[in-house]
Each structure stands twice: as C-alpha cells, then as structure tokens.
T-cell receptor, first 112, second 113 residues
Framework: DAKTTQPPSMDCAEGRAANLPCNHSTISGNEYVYWYRQIHSQGPQYIIHGLKNNETNEMASLIITEDRKSSTLILPHATLRDTAVYYCIVRVAYSGNTPLVFGKGTRLSVIA | EPEVTQTPSHQVTQMGQEVILRCVPISNHLYFYWYRQILGQKVEFLVSFYNNEISEKSEIFDDQFSVERPDGSNFTLKIRSTKLEDSAMYFC???????????FGEGSWLTVV
C-alpha cells in the first residue's frame, strides 16, 4: 500500500504556480520522496526526487519539510500540458529491485 | 534522451489466446519491471526482474503470467491464456545499476474480447 496521502484533485490557472502537497508522516530515514506524473494513460513520467534537501530541476521544485513528514511539488508556471495525475511515492534508497507503489495521486487540472 | 520502448502499442486478442508484450529497456539498465493499469484504476505492480530471475511479484502475477529476457535487449511479458479481466494498459519500466530512478515506457494497451 502507498504510504503517502495526497488530495484527490486540484485546479490551477495557466501561468500560475501549481503547488501539490503530499503527506508522508511515516517516512523512514532511508526513504526518498519521488514524484511522477501520468498524462492521460501514458506511461508514468519521472519528475523529481529528494531525500531531505530541497531539489530543483528543469521540470519542477521539490520542497521537503525539515521533519520530512510532508513535501510539496511546485510547477512554477503551469501550462495546459501539465494537466495530469501526479503521484508522490516514498521508496527506500538503493533498494535493489523494490518496486514503486502507486497510490491514487492528485489529478491536477490546469485551466486556461 | 534514452527511453523504454514497448510493442505493440495496442493489441486486441480473443479470450484464451496467448499474448506476448515486448519491451526494450534503456540500454545498460539492469532492473526491469512490469506494471498494469486497468482503465480508471491505479497503476499496479506485477513483477520485477534482475539477473535473469524474478526478484519480486505481486499476487496479480499468477501462473498465467511469465517474464523473460530472451536476449540482451528485450524483456517480455507473456500471458498464457488471456481472460477478459486482463484488458489493461501494461507498462514496462527499467532502472540502471547506479541510479535509483525507474523509467517507464508508453505502454501496451491490451483488449481481450
């Protein structure tokens, strides 16, 4: 079972920042926070991951609270193409072949 | 950018027929996975594979399913005798030896009629 809690849906105006929250209050010290998204039944797409420091790449920023019990994925300037289901997943670092476990995610709708 | 490729993109098959879904993982990746997603439902883990053997499998992955790495590039999922409830999108994924990120293909949509 997924060890994260996400709101089922969110709306965001095009051009504005989309802030997607995730609660992972039972996260262990050796678990990373991963974010993936799925655009209309395409394959899940990797976005970003982090352990305890904030991370940024060309797609998004990841803010992890100091106690690591929650995080926020930030899409700085959402576009219509960012409409997707976003999944927050915790996974042990360098965990061999342990699979990702997907929950229901947050359905983000970017509105023009 | 390297990617996981899957074929076919869509297959329609009669109930009871055998189906083989094919995947070419990212070059030099060593860990392989199959997932499925029934329409409108969650992405579900089926099986993971490393060093020519199954590492982990879910309860969905019963005796009707098998996986194989027949050569150095392909990774296949076989469903021996398809059932209506096997209709789903099947995703292949792979991971490198040094990184921890799993990358997914675009999926094969299987329709059993």
């Amino acid at each position: 079972d997924a060890k994260t809690t996400q709101p089922p849906s969110m709306d965001c105006a095009e051009g504005r920042a989309a802030n997607l929250p995730c609660n992972h209050s039972t996260i262990s010290g050796n678990e990373y926070v991963y974010w993936y998204r799925q655009i209309h039944s395409q394959g899940p797409q990797y976005i970003i991951h982090g352990l305890k420091n904030n991370e940024t790449n060309e797609m998004a920023s990841l803010i992890i609270t100091e106690d690591r019990k929650s995080s926020t994925l930030i899409l700085p300037h959402a576009t219509l193409r960012d409409t997707a289901v976003y999944y927050c997943i915790v996974r042990v670092a360098y965990s061999g072949n342990t699979p990702l476990v997907f929950g229901k995610g947050t359905r983000l709708s970017v509105i023009a | 950018e390297p990617e996981v490729t899957q074929t076919p993109s869509h297959q329609v098959t009669q109930m009871g027929q055998e189906v083989i879904l094919r995947c070419v993982p990212i070059s030099n990746h060593l860990y392989f996975y199959w997932y499925r997603q029934i329409l409108g439902q969650k992405v579900e883990f089926l099986v993971s594979f490393y060093n020519n053997e199954i590492s982990e499998k879910s309860e969905i992955f019963d005796d009707q399913f098998s996986v194989e790495r027949p050569d150095g590039s392909n990774f296949t999922l076989k469903i021996r005798s398809t059932k209506l409830e096997d209709s789903a999108m099947y995703f292949c994924a792979s991971r490198g030896n040094s990184g921890n990120t799993i990358y997914f293909g675009e999926g094969s949509w299987l329709t059993v009629v």
